[in-house]
């Protein structure tokens, strides 16, 4: 059952035989509430040139290190930048850091959670 994911909907239900258990949920949001999207991904020294449907990117660089600018287009978002192992840094709306770059492949998350 769908009842829509932005917008205002009324919905009545019937239930037609009797000694049925019934449960419901529901939450009250706005579409830039819901939103996760990222406005703005920056790494120095790497090129990358950012838009906003594309989910991965593979960067070339000659640096010792980088720093990574992710800012949400929710200023309400948490946005969370993950390395290897841990979370490097979370913040509400947005966040810079510097990020050590080794040898070989890095990989680095960036992660957008709405308040909604």
């Keep these: 059952m769908n009842l829509g994911s932005e917008g205002k909907t009324q919905k009545t239900f019937t239930f037609s035989s009797l000694g049925a258990d019934m ?53 309400n978002a948490t946005v969370k930048i993950n390395g290897k192992n841990s979370t490097l840094k979370e913040v509400v709306g947005g966040t810079s850091c510097t990020l050590p770059l080794e040898e070989g492949e890095n990989e680095f998350a960036v992660i957008v959670t709405p308040n909604g």
């Design 23 to 75: 449960e419901s949920n529901y939450f009250t949001a706005t579409a830039d509430d819901m939103n996760s999207d990222l406005q703005t991904l920056a790494l120095s020294g790497t090129g990358l040139v950012f838009n906003k449907d594309t989910l991965e990117y593979s960067l070339t660089t000659n640096s010792k290190n980088t720093n990574l600018t992710a800012i949400s287009a929710n200023p």
